[in-house]
């Protein structure tokens, strides 16, 4: 007889039998999360290093703003039209934020001229946005929000007075714009309308940038903190008129 033989081994087992690998579909797929990790991990490490080399000469340089001003004027019409294009790009690819970009329109080019790029510029973008909806429907205002961003402010669109409301969600400060300038597309309000209405009632949340990057350009720091407190204010009372507009529905 075989020194192992079946038909007398104990078929038992002591060991808990171990549970079978699982297969790629099981498996938790793990490797784009990690990826993403390692990426983010390489930018922050990058962006360290770019300010620890050029950090400390950039701010020498943009804290001085009539160096900076000098520096822009140098460029000739380069410079304006890079900014109101971004601006207009802004307005367009409204995921980005639009207050960076005013702010640093009125340190880079001073109140007045910043303020009349930001409007410009908004005004542009408003018409591309405008029109793209217009054409395209709710599929362009998806591309940037979801169904349920935009079907919450639908109530603009059902307004019985919807130029009138329009203007005043425009002109409180600290209103969602880029939604609102993409509902407002949807309605059957003309396109040069819109663009009128919506760049007007735009200027006070433009000017108090522009103003305090202004004065922060000119060193004025006592105005600077000044604009900055009446615009926290003003935002703040902005968003609860706002709240209480959409609450109203049918204002």
Known sequence: MSPFDPSTADVTCSTPLQPAARTGAERPDIEPRRARTIALAIGACALVALCVAFGPALWKFFSDGAVV?????????????????????????????????????????????????????????????????????????????????????TWLRDSKRLEAVMFIVFLIPGTPKDVLTYAAGLTDCPTARIAAITTVARIPSVVTSTLAAGFAAQGNWTLTIAVVIATGVLVAAGAIAYRRLHANGNA
């Open 69 to 153: 001003q000098a520096w822009i004027a140098g460029q000739g019409p380069l410079a304006p039209l890079a900014m109101a294009g971004s601006i207009c790009a802004q307005v367009v690819i409204a995921v980005l934020p639009g207050e960076p970009l005013e702010l640093a329109a009125g340190y880079l080019f001073g109140f007045w001229g910043g303020t009349a790029l930001c409007l410009i510029g908004e005004l542009a973008g408003t018409l591309v946005v405008t029109a793209l909806v217009k054409t395209f429907g709710m599929r362009a205002a998806l591309l940037f929000f979801s169904r349920e961003k935009i079907e919450s402010v």
